[in-house]
């Protein structure tokens, strides 16, 4: 054999040889590769049995602690009281939709209980018409959790096949009160499992523990030692070829096809013990035809590259050397750049995941990647050091957990919503704010930011959870202060640097009638008035622009034009770095309130002037009293051709003026008890222009036409006729001297309806009103002066020439008296006083016509006069002896009670202020109590009020002032005796 064959045959033997080798390693590669696909996606299915048993169990342990946890949701306390008060009714009321609930969430869940501590059947939510029975031989799980107090779960035999129970017990205000279970029907794992996997799956139960299942819905196949569940029993039922449930993994062919029958999951129960098992049917026929089908291909492919190469070895021996040796450096060389570029990759590979992992790890917020499945969340295959900080779960914790796991209880359907996964698909991703929950069971609010990756070949949804729990505080407190800002009475307004308003609050609009819309963009000069000095506004912004706080007033000018006073804070807005960059004022309106303190200082002075009136009153008319009285009895007594007679009618005549005076000034005291009655205003105006005063007055001046007019319908008033007809006698006064030589004065009575907004701008309450008003066409009154006319003692007038300066202090306080107002309206063309009185009710009396003097002359019935002044006594005692009464008298009320205790009288005139000692009121009140009856009059210079009404309401018949008249007092008297 020469050479050339023998290089032939040892190439030959050589390729011969690694065909062999080769078709040996292809055979041997393609088994391994199929043990190893059936081992992956055995080890796969196994994981996602684990994962879906751990999803629905945990997340059903979760659901059940969340259900009695009430004190963190305490929309679930009504249902726990409910049963730690054994309330099945309102138990039942309440849990119903929560079992409705899970039922709709999932179609497996099958019971819903609640179990008494004593482990009797409270109430079955599923089956509520059942209950009372004790569940302790069938339910150890259940007597477990009573005795520990600790939550278990797993897996039990039940009536309708083996569940999934959750068993937690219950506690109420610390007390121990029951069980409570959740219960997933056998079906449950097969149809996932299925729906997840589309392989076979079957339930495994040992027939010991398969005794107590009864009414099962799944199909099952029996057997000596187990008996077999699944939707696909004609698969495992096969009863030609035996399968050992006891191996974790076998081959068998069942119908013609081959299987691997693989252990996928032990269901444990509480105690984890084994009560059955999953076993899937992995098919791998087509897996092995194909390894065939390689095998034989690989062998056709070796016969015919050994013909070929013998053919070219011999045909083309000398250049098939040269080309094998060339290939075979070219060969090394292509594995040399091969291994090169795989190291290359491999470092950037590590590079890359390096990198990825320090960005996440880096991050301050929590980042989550999980797998995108089509209708659900898978659990998490990755998570940064911060969400295992901030979340309290260990890395292998988390990676049993996914989105739903995170989520409160309320939050879980939203976040399964298909919508969601569609959008997530459809869109890339999106930012969406929601709550998670710590493994501590802290709840707290995020803001999810997702965007949905390619890795691995899978879609994934890469997601960062930022922690939003002080921005969401920071808006309630931002959202708390709108409110307030928005809800207070004070006017805010926010400018920028310039002055330009940027925001005003609702307060503004009402106080300036400007809305938001018109101000804004605009400067608060748009409520400037001319009240204000330039100087002002110039302080304000010095103040400012030294980044002060300024405090002042401002009277501005609302939208109609009317002025208003406001007190004003403005302060300066400053950022991080002491930068101005707005100016917040806040205003309030002040204009009622300077009013009601100008309204309260006059009261406050009228008062004191009152005080100082009322007391001088009261010492005047005492002194008073023998001015007028004595020259009384003296020309009862004189003859009528008397020289004394003129000089003793001056002195009684200057002594009632004087009287008048001290008259007004008890009405500036507002110390008189005035009668009042119901009264025609009309008729009363009438009356003074009949009257001796009027027509004095008409003479004094000739030129001044006097008219009167009546429109007052209603005119009946409630009122002190005297009082009034000397404010109406003052009033024209005025008017009269206002106009001088030549001038018209206009009396005017009229009704009119006040209502709230007139109401407001004149300061009267709403009603009806009779008006009774005095215009003239003087030259009016100037504005700086209207506003202390009305105080006693103030007037232009020529002092002891034209009068004391009470008239319209009279006016006044006769209106204040009697309820009313007193308006003055004056400008260059004269003045108009109003006086409104409130429209009167009462009907009007009959008022008694005064006789002569003869007709209330006495006969002789014993009077008593109880007076701390002699000369009262005095006064008192002669005109009572010159009516024909018997008199006697005492300086006080202590020395009138003892006189009446031992001589009666028929009547009593009793001054009401006696000092020292009890005063008239006071003495009354004892003398009525222990002379039931007794007649009196009470007499007084002053008079308080509340003494005199205390006085005639303890029984006194008559009020009468003093200095009093003969007539006065004779009339008086004579109307008590005759009751």
Known sequence: MNAKWKIILLVMLIIVSICGVFINLMISGSREELQSSVARDIEGIRAVVTTIEEDNSRHYRNRIKSLIHYREFPKREKLIKAFAQRDRDELLRLAKPFLDVLKKENPNFSSFGWVTPDNNSFLRIHRPSIFGDSVAEMRPDIVEANKSLQQNSGYSAATAGLQNRVVQPVFYQGKHVGIIQFGLVDSLLLDAIYQKLNIPVAMVIPNSK???????????????????????????????????????????????RSYIIANAFKLLNYKQEIEGSLFVALDISAQEQKLHSQLLFIVFISSAMLLFSFIVLYTSYGSLVAKILSLNNSLKDSNLQLETRVQERTVALQESETKYRTLTNNQSDAVFLHRLLPDNFAPFSEVNERAIVRYGYSREEFLTLGPVDIAPLDEVQRLIDVGHLQQYQNEGGFTFETR?????????????????????????????????????????????????IEQTSEAIIITDVEGTIQYVNPAFEKITGYMRAEVLGQNPRILKSDQQDEKDYREVWETLTRGEIWNGR??????????????????????????????????????????????????????????????????????????????????????????????????????????????????????????????????????YLSSPEYHKLNTDHPAVTYAASYTADH????????????????????????????????????????DSIEGAEKDIPTGDYVVLAVQDNG??????????????????????????GLGLAVVWNTMQDHNGKVIVESNEKGSCFQLYFPAGVMEN????????????????????VVDDEPHMRDIATQMLLTLGYAVSSVCSGELALEFISKNPVDLIVLDMMMEPGINGQQTYAEVIRQYPGQKAIIASGFSESDDVKMALKLGVGAFINKPYSLERLGQMIKDVLEG
């Open 210 to 256: 398969f005794k107590f299942i009864e009414n099962s819905k799944l199909p099952s196949g029996g057997g000596e030692r187990y008996t077999i569940q699944s939707r696909q029993i004609y698969l495992f039922n096969d009863e030609g070829v035996p399968i050992d449930w006891d191996l974790e993994q076998q081959k068998v062919t069942l119908q013609g």
């Open 436 to 484: 998670h929950v710590k493994k501590t069971g802290e709840v707290f609010p995020v803001e999810i930011s997702a965007t949905v990756i390619r890795w691995r070949g899978d879609d994934y949804i890469l997601s960062t959870a930022r922690d939003i729990s002080e921005r969401k505080k920071a808006e309630i407190e931002r959202e708390r202060l709108l409110q307030a």
């Open 554 to 687: 401002f009277i501005n000018k609302k939208k109609g034009g009317s002025l208003f006073t406001e007190a004003a804070t403005i302060s300066p807005v400053l950022d991080d770095v002491g930068k101005t960059v707005n100016y917040v004022a806040v205003k309030r309106d002040i204009s009622e309130i300077l009013r009601m303190e100008e309204k309260l200082h006059r009261s406050q002075k009228m008062e004191a002037i009152g005080m100082m009136a009322g007391g001088v009153a009261h010492d005047l008319n005492n002194m008073l009293a023998g001015i007028v009285n004595y020259p009384e009895l003296m020309l009862m007594k004189l003859p009528q051709d008397s020289n004394l007679k003129r000089p003793l009618e001056a002195i009684r005549d200057s002594g009632q003026r004087a009287v008048a005076v001290v008259a007004d000034l008890l009405t500036v005291a507002r110390g008189v008890a005035s009668p009042r009655e119901s009264y025609d205003i009309n008729l009363l105006v009438k009356e």
């Open 715 to 754: 005119s009946m008033i409630d009122c002190s006729v005297i009082q009034l007809k000397k404010a109406l006698m003052n009033l024209v006064i005025n008017a009269s001297e206002a106009v001088g030589d030549v001038g018209n004065i206009h009396i005017m009575t009229t009704n009119c309806t006040i």
């Open 779 to 804: 030259p009016g009154i100037a504005p700086d002066n209207v506003k202390f006319i009305f105080e006693p003692f103030y007037t232009k007038k020529v002092m002891g020439k034209s009068g004391t």
């Open 845 to 864: 009396e009959s008022q008694p016509e005064v006789g002569t003097t003869e007709s209330f002359n006495g006969h002789g019935e014993h009077i008593l």
